[in-house]
Every structure is written in C-alpha cells, then in structure tokens.
C-alpha cells in the first residue's frame, strides 16, 4: 500500500522501517543480516528506511550502506528518509562538548554529504530537521536545503518534532514544501491528536511520521496503570479481531484520519509481519475510543 | 436586538435560549409549557434556540417540535441551532457501549435528518459539531455537510468546543465558512480570553456563542473561594447599576468585543427577563475588570 | 549598527536604551544627566530610547522630554518607542480605581498626545500597545491608530508582550503592518524561544524587542539554582571571551537568529557601554547551548 506524502513529495509506503535499533540486532549487522530485514519489509510492501545520522552512535547509516553496496539494484527501490541537526557528545564527534543542534549551512551540507557516503547511493528522498533548534537560522537552513536539492542530492525536506509554529516559520523560508512532520505518536501521548500538532498536518496535507509507535516497548511491557489498562484492552481487541496485541496499535495509528505513517523499529522478521497485518484491518469507531480511553484514563467529554 | 453571526451567515438574536434543562422544568414539557417559554423569549426579542440531539436524553428536541407543531407558523420567527456528534451511552442509543464521537457521513446525515423530525422543521438553520473529536475525518465530514446544506437541511455550519487549530483544519475542508463557535465562556473561565479563542473568533469575523454563561449556576450559588469574591462583586454592581447580580454577569460577556452570543439555560421566564435586562446596560471598563479580577484572584499584570 | 525593524517599519539601532528606571538614577534626572546619558548612547551607536506612559510613575517621559527641549537638534537623531493603554492606580490618575487598561479610541489619542507634550516632540517613531487586554476592541483600536498615523503623530505601531494569536487578531484590523513585539527575553525565560513566540516574530519578519535582558538583574544576584548555575557558566564565557559576563548575555540575544532588540536599563554610562561591547562579539554556537543548559537546568532533547 503506497501513499503520497504530500501533494508534492515522494511515494512512499504506510509502513516505515526504522532502523535506529539496528546496532542493537541480537543476530548481528553483517550486509547479509541486513539485507534479510530488508528484503522482509520488501515482501511486505514497506519498501520506506527511516535513517539519521546519529542513530547507532552515527553507525547505522553505513551499515545500511554496506548492505545496499552488495546489491546495486536495490536502491532503486528503497524511498531512504535521513535527518540532522543533532550534535551528540559521542567519541565519533569528539569536537562536541556539549549536546546542541546545528543547522548552519557548512554543517547541514556536511552532514548530508555524509549521509550519501555512508548510505551509498547519491540522493536522500527525505531529509528531515531531527529536532527544533532555539538557535535555527531559517534563512540559512533554508538556503543550504535550496542548495541541496537543486544538486539533487536531497528530494524532499521534513522535520521532525517539530511543532506547528516552528513548521509555518520554517515553510516561509523553504522555497519548496516541507513534505511531512515525523513526531512520537501512539496511544499513550495523546498531545499530538489534540493540541495542534495532527490537525496541522491535515490541514497541510501532509503526512506525519510516527515514531515509537508501541511507545519505546511500554505498551507491551510497561508497569504503569495507564500501561495496564491499555494493555488489556489491546488483548482484548486481539482477540476480537484475531491479530496481536501489536497489531492492533498499528490499527490504531492506521485509523486515524491524518493517515499517520508508523516507523516500525523491531529487528525481528515476524514483527514486522506482525505490523504489516494492520494494514488490512480496520478497526471499529467504538474500539477505537476503547483504546483511547484506557490510555487516557477517562472517557472523552 | 439582532446581529450577523458571520459575514455570510445567518441573523441571530443577541441573546440564545437553550434548551438543554427542558426536561428538568418543574412545570413539565408539555406543549403549551414549551410555547409559553417561547414566547417569552420572543417578547425579550430572543429568537434563536440552541439544541442538540442529545439533550434530555435525546428527547429535548422532539418536545420542542411538538410544541412547534402547534403553531406551524411559528418556525418562520425563529433561528435553531442544533448539534451533532457526541455517542452517549445511554438507553435510547443500546449501540453505544463507549462514549464516543461520531462524524462519519453516514452518521452525520442520519443525525440531521433525525433532528429535523424530533424539531417538525425542514431545515436547521445552525449545524454545529458538538464537541472536537480525535478520530474526525475532514474530508468525509466536509463531504456529508456539503451535501446537507446543498439539499437546504441545514443552512449553516459551525463548531463547539472546538480550539482554533481544529477549527482552522476542518474550515480548509468545508466548501462553506464555519459561522460560530460555541464554547464555555463565563469568569471563572479566563482561558478563551486570553489562549486565542476569542481572537481567533475575532479574526474569523464569526461571534462565538457562550455556554453556560453563568458557571452552570456555580457564580450565583458555588461555595469556592473565587465564587465567594466574584459574587461579591457582582453584588456590588447589581446594587450600583440596579440589576440582578446575574444581569451583570450576562452584561460583562456582552460588553466583550468579540460580540459573544450567551446561550441562557433557565426554565423560569423571570430570569430570561432578568438576563434581557443586560442587553441595555453598559458596564463601565473598570467595572469589567473588577469581576475579572475577582473571579481570577489577581489584577492584570 | 542599525537595522530595520521591520520590511515596512523604521530603522533602529541594535542595542536599544530603556528610560524605566531613569528617575532611580543616584546622580539625579536634570536636563544635563539626562543629556549625558543620551549621549554616551549616542557615542556608542545607541540611537533607539524606550518609554512608556506609566514609567517613573507618569514622569519619564516629561524628564526626557525637558532634556530634549534644552538641544532641539536632538529630537532628529534619535527614534523614540513609547507604549501606552496600562491604567494604573497612582495619585496621577486618581480617576483609576483598580489596575486596568484602556484601548479605547478616546484614550488612545489622548494618551499619544499627551506622550508627545512630555517628549516635546511632534512624533512617536514607534508607539506599542503596552499589553494584551481581554477587552481590547480590535476595531476601535484599528481606527484610532489609523487616525495617529495618518496625523504624523505616530510612524509605525507595535505591540508588547502580546501572543501570536493576539498579535494576528490584532494585524488583521490594522491597515499598517504591526512592526515589532517587545517581550522579556533573557536566558532564564526559556518559552518566548521555544512557544512560538519568538517563531511569530521570525515569520513575520519582523525584529523583536527584548524587555529585561538580565532577567531584571537576576541574572547577575540571584539567589535561585538557575541563576547560580548561568552565572557560573556566564562567568567562565567571560573569562574565555575577555569580556564582562554580562557582555556575555547581551552577545547570547544578540547571536539568536530573529534578531533581538535588546532593550538596556541601566543608568550607568559604563555599563551600557559594557553592553555595546557585545555587537562584536560573535557566540560559538556550543556556548550558547551552555548558557542555555544552565539556565534550563538540563540538555536539549
């Protein structure tokens, strides 16, 4: 199933593959492992990598690169989302002394730069603003990402976490739309679905990006009342629909009308399988507040 | 006393009858109780009654229109407003086993064509979405009230409840211009003047209706401490201007400049009266703020 | 240095000269105190001057007034903010029984005239709406300000400590752009950078002004954690960069990307010039991130 991200920005599939947890593959990282994950989203019709420098301590890119490099052909039919901005205090960027964000123009041409190397391939399809910077320059950044997709090397411009002031100050600089907003979403914060921040991408027509759909694993093994009381009721509706407990988050996320796109971060095959399930279920109006309210605590007004 | 509620939308009175405690009138529902109330809002120069479908349990509007049915000529001199969306549990609708909202298109027609019925009208001259919904589906929504007002069952739409970041989303759906929002507005609720909903009203050009402008009864009788000081103060000006402590409440939201429409909620036709009275008294500036800071508890800054 | 303040609005200078605390000056507030103080601005580039109605109790204006009146070529090398619409309670305004404000037509101009006897001026370069008021008619306000600048009396208008909403509500009745919102901005009020409000400013293009740069001297006594914490960071900056730490501050506005005005209150002719020395020196990006994690108390996400 593929969906537009915005009037004007790239297909891409409902299910997004996230690999910021690939360092963390119990079975390894070699290109063959890798391509396996790969090629298993790609039976499934999530054919969209969700990537940023930083992720897997500014490793995860090029282990990715490394397995796109064994099959040339591949890259052709991948959509690679990247982003940037954040300057971890890490041992790969020992001039960081401090965590802080930096979108001057050098740095965003750097690191882009770095992505392609590290990703092999010579364009990003969606470059996103990792997160909102007090400090963000937008003539600068917007000069720099003219720059970069008039070279080619970047297709589309995102951000993430970004709220609707940020988004609208930013977009009157862009010369071209901003593509998509990729912020955590699932039923555990609710913020998003009232204060603005879904509401904004409709009205833009765009869609947003949801990240830590099962909210970082709480949902399945979180201790907390809200974690309980929502647990439940997702085993129930598993049981009522026949699908797991899991499966019925992402029927969750699917559901709502802004056409949310998760970013899915399992390293296991049959989660993945497990998620793509959600694309063919759709879920009743009144399951869907059951989960709401479990998550909320109350019952909506 | 009548005003434009919006640049195209209807005439309205200045003051608003609901009809949401009908049900709860020590004097009964019966048709010639109704039309008496009626009535009396038409001496006063009230023509405009708000509805929902699920007020008194889903059974106010139909005890409106069997007394509308009475004296058929009666509709041509009035404005009704009625709402659409909240799914209460409740006897009369076994289906709902959640409090939910509704506002698919098939719900959505349904809804008003029962209303029509229930109010013995062939139009609603003010559609409102009841309460902001999570799950609201813009396009579909806009579709299905595209088509009511294309018919003539409803000759405007409008919103309650609803934050101007949802408003702004759905207005980019609708092919028509949302004429009202109706919300909570009294002083001990200082948020809508100062969060943006008035002046998103304001910006709109559309007057937004009040609900439950007296505190759902808590100024006159509540025993907290910000009732206790703005009462006092509302007694002082009823004394100084010679009304009702209550006629001063209705003239401190009238002298706001964002135009608010109260909705009065009495079953007695001496407070309706009481409330008329507000319509030609002009609070002194001071005046307004003494009751905002009372029901506040702190000057402005 | 001097920048325009907004596309359509006057140039100004970057470090702007508040007169709020002219009538605590030690050494006294005649004519050739006030004349030096101008002038040690004036040396240092510092050509902009903040008032207001109300400051010094009604009077500052009047004692800059009398300082301009003894060199009549002044008045033209210099632009002059004042604000008005504040009501307080003071022995000057014995008709003000509670703290309020006035937006009223009649108000308006009188106060603007009456800023212009005590300035002894025939012009107000900017005149600010002092704060938002929930009863400000934005219709009545449009008119009178149209009428101050179409008399000359008033070049530009602006507003302070206004929010978005209330910003555009406002804009969208004025036939002049709104040039300016003057807000506190200092490092230990994070949200004006973070809420949109500095967002606001930046798409609209234009510059804000920044009320209390040293957080009303907190920064430089204050007891509390925060304060403790950005001092010391302020400390060492001050070292590194061989300036006074609150050179530093100053640099720390002056470096985020809307272009902070940053209005100066001190009386000593020292420490403006302490200020001043700030327009040229440029802020590593990853100190600016250390003034903001202390002041914050944690790192960015």
């Given at each position: 199933?593929?969906?537009?991200?915005?009037?004007?920005?790239?297909?891409v599939?409902r299910?997004?593959?996230?690999?910021?947890r690939m360092?963390?593959?119990?079975?390894?990282t070699?290109p063959?492992?890798?391509?396996g994950?790969?090629?298993a989203?790609?039976d499934?019709?999530?054919?969209?990598?969700?990537?940023?420098?930083?992720y897997?301590?500014?490793?995860?890119?090029e282990?990715f690169?490394?397995a796109?490099?064994?099959?040339?052909?591949?890259?052709?039919?991948?959509e690679?989302?990247?982003?940037?901005?954040?300057?971890?205090?890490?041992?790969a960027?020992?001039q960081?002394?401090?965590?802080?964000?930096?979108?001057?123009?050098q740095?965003?041409?750097?690191?882009?730069?770095q992505?392609?190397?590290?990703l092999?391939?010579?364009y990003i399809?969606?470059?996103?603003?990792h997160r909102p910077?007090?400090?963000l320059?937008?003539?600068?950044?917007?000069?720099?990402?003219?720059?970069?997709?008039?070279?080619?090397k970047?297709?589309h411009?995102?951000v993430?976490?970004f709220?609707?002031?940020?988004f609208?100050?930013l977009?009157s600089y862009?010369?071209?739309?901003i593509?998509?907003?990729q912020?955590e979403?699932?039923p555990?914060?609710p913020?998003?679905?009232l204060d603005?921040t879904l509401d904004?991408?409709?009205?833009?027509?765009i869609?947003?990006?949801g990240?830590?759909?099962?909210?970082g694993?709480r949902l399945m093994t979180g201790?907390?009342?809200a974690?309980?009381?929502?647990?439940?009721?997702l085993h129930g509706?598993?049981?009522?629909?026949?699908?797991?407990?899991?499966?019925?988050v992402?029927?969750?996320?699917?559901?709502?009308?802004?056409?949310i796109?998760?970013?899915?971060?399992?390293?296991?095959p049959?989660?993945?399988a497990?998620?793509?399930?959600?694309?063919?279920l759709?879920?009743d109006?009144q399951?869907w507040?059951?989960v709401w309210?479990?998550?909320t605590?109350?019952?909506v007004?």
């Amino acid at each position: 199933m593929r969906v537009k991200m915005a009037p004007q920005g790239p297909e891409v599939s409902r299910l997004v593959y996230g690999v910021w947890r690939m360092q963390e593959d119990a079975q390894g990282t070699d290109p063959q492992r890798v391509l396996g994950k790969v090629q298993a989203c790609l039976d499934l019709g999530i054919t969209t990598f969700d990537h940023a420098d930083i992720y897997g301590g500014y490793r995860c890119e090029e282990l990715f690169g490394a397995a796109l490099r064994t099959n040339p052909g591949l890259r052709q039919r991948l959509e690679l989302v990247t982003k940037c901005g954040i300057m971890l205090t890490h041992p790969a960027r020992p001039q960081n002394w401090i965590k802080h964000y930096d979108y001057s123009r050098q740095h965003l041409i750097g690191s882009v730069e770095q992505s392609l190397r590290n990703l092999a391939t010579d364009y990003i399809d969606v470059l996103l603003l990792h997160r909102p910077s007090p400090l963000l320059d937008p003539a600068e950044a917007a000069e720099a990402l003219r720059l970069l997709v008039e070279q080619g090397k970047v297709r589309h411009v995102g951000v993430s976490n970004f709220t609707p002031a940020q988004f609208d100050m930013l977009a009157s600089y862009l010369p071209t739309p901003i593509v998509t907003n990729q912020v955590e979403l699932h039923p555990l914060r609710p913020e998003p679905f009232l204060d603005g921040t879904l509401d904004h991408c409709l009205r833009q027509r765009i869609l947003p990006m949801g990240w830590s759909p099962l909210a970082g694993g709480r949902l399945m093994t979180g201790h907390g009342e809200a974690e309980g009381r929502t647990r439940e009721v997702l085993h129930g509706l598993g049981h009522k629909y026949g699908v797991a407990p899991e499966t019925i988050v992402y029927a969750w996320l699917l559901r709502h009308p802004s056409r949310i796109l998760p970013v899915l971060g399992t390293n296991q095959p049959e989660r993945i399988a497990s998620a793509a399930r959600a694309l063919s279920l759709s879920l009743d109006t009144q399951d869907w507040f059951a989960v709401w309210r479990a998550a909320t605590g109350t019952e909506v007004p």
